[in-house]
């Protein structure tokens, strides 16, 4: 299913995603927006700090595309 991203008032991109669990869009996005090594940890290898950028379902584009609003960023510890 193609979601689009929107900026402030005009058109940013698009994304390919699955479905929500209803069928329909999903409620939200989430991209990884950066990926920066952290450290090495003994048990699970590399640590990685990685922004995210969730967007949030906000109707549809005229041409009946999902249409996705940027709603709030966070970093997090991944590994890889």
């Given at each position: ?17 699955p479905?929500?669990p209803?069928?329909?869009p ?20 590399e640590?990685?700090?990685?922004d995210?950028?969730?967007y ?25």
């Amino acid at each position: 299913m193609l979601c689009v991203l929107a900026g402030r008032g005009r058109y940013s991109g698009g994304v390919d995603r699955p479905a929500g669990p209803d069928g329909g869009p999903p409620p939200e996005i989430e991209i990884v927006a950066a990926r920066r090594p952290k450290r090495v940890d003994a048990e699970v290898g590399e640590v990685y700090d990685v922004d995210v950028l969730v967007y949030r379902l906000d109707g549809s584009t005229p041409d009946g595309e999902p249409r996705y609003v940027r709603d709030r960023d966070y970093t997090e510890e991944r590994h890889a």
